[in-house]
């Protein structure tokens, strides 16, 4: 069974970092993409970051270029997200998300409030 908990929100203030992670089980973790997401309120849930299954290979929305990271260890099945310069824009509920057999696989996301 595939499971994503993601852990690490809280509440910051801008120009603050914060680190998330999403640990996974129930499958090969070094041969699947990893992507963070996140949902603010009102608004739809969006693509933060990508990453491929070695880890070479990212890709950022426009809004947190340069700012966040994303990277994974596949030895501890353990993506990770950290977020640096952040926005009271960045409040929101952060996601990781895999597709393996053509199903997306989401956790339950963490809470990242940024006050201004």
């Known amino acids: 069974q595939v499971q994503l908990e993601e852990s690490g929100g809280g509440l910051v203030q801008a120009g603050d970092s914060l680190s998330l992670s999403c640990t996974a089980s129930g499958f090969t973790f070094s041969t699947i993409d990893m992507a963070w997401y996140r949902q603010a309120p009102g608004r739809e849930r969006e693509v933060v970051a990508r990453i491929n299954s070695a880890g070479n290979i990212v890709s950022y929305a426009d809004s947190v270029k340069g700012r966040f990271i994303i990277s994974r260890d596949n030895a501890k099945n353990t993506a990770y997200l950290q977020m640096n310069s952040l926005e009271h824009e960045d409040t929101a509920v952060y996601y990781c998300?895999?597709?393996?057999?053509?199903?997306?696989?989401w956790g339950n996301g963490t809470l990242v409030t940024v006050s201004s």
């Open positions: 998300r895999t597709r393996k057999w053509g199903i997306d696989y």
